[in-house]
């Protein structure tokens, strides 16, 4: 079974169904994305910015961790659930567009990126906890960071248009290609 195949399989089920043309839980579970979405970025753009050296300069980097992290992971638990339940709601749709692939691509640079810090970067944390200006590494991460967020929001924005939906045809090889789309061949 292909993952399209799947999909338009889940995409018929009752909840996925009945979650997509509700009322009111489809809406609260956008706005309740969007809002975890700001908690969490606005909150990870602030340890960024400690870690650029630009605020919190006479904060230690470990305090400012251990006081913040909670908080982010808590709104990128919230982000992530609600995330899977909008996507169940519509996956063929959401399988297919491309600003979807490009948001899922740049989450998982953005978890590379948050793993290699604090998996790597972070080790000699105790060399530069004090530091107002982190070193080098600490400050690339911070950058990629905000960057790749950016873009994750950028892109989540986007979803929401149709501008290369897969029933809108003809379409350019690549996008079709890039959207996954399946188009019959001409007779």
């Not at 996507?87 to 998982?108: D, E, G, H, T």
């Amino acid at each position: 079974m292909s993952i399209l195949a799947f999909l338009e399989w889940v995409g018929q089920t009752p909840w996925s169904i009945a979650l997509h043309e509700s009322l009111y839980m489809y809406p609260l579970l956008e706005s309740t994305h969007v809002m975890a979405l700001g908690w969490f970025v606005g909150l990870a753009v602030m340890f960024d910015l400690r870690l650029l050296g630009w605020t919190f300069r006479t904060v230690p980097t470990t305090e400012f961790t251990s006081r913040l992290l909670p908080w982010v992971q808590a709104g990128f638990a919230v982000m992530f659930v609600t995330g899977l339940l909008l996507f169940y709601a519509i996956p063929v749709r959401n399988y297919q567009n491309i600003f979807f692939r490009v948001k899922m691509i740049m989450l998982v640079l953005a978890v590379l990126n948050i793993w290699y810090f604090h998996n790597r970067t972070e080790r000699s944390i105790g060399e530069w906890d004090t530091q107002a200006r982190p070193p080098q590494a600490a400050r690339v991460a911070a950058v990629a960071s905000i960057l790749l967020w950016l873009s994750i929001v950028v892109a989540g924005r986007m979803i929401a248009y149709n501008w290369f939906d897969c029933d809108i045809q003809p379409q350019s090889d690549f996008i079709n290609w890039a959207a996954g789309c399946v188009v019959p061949l001409p007779p």
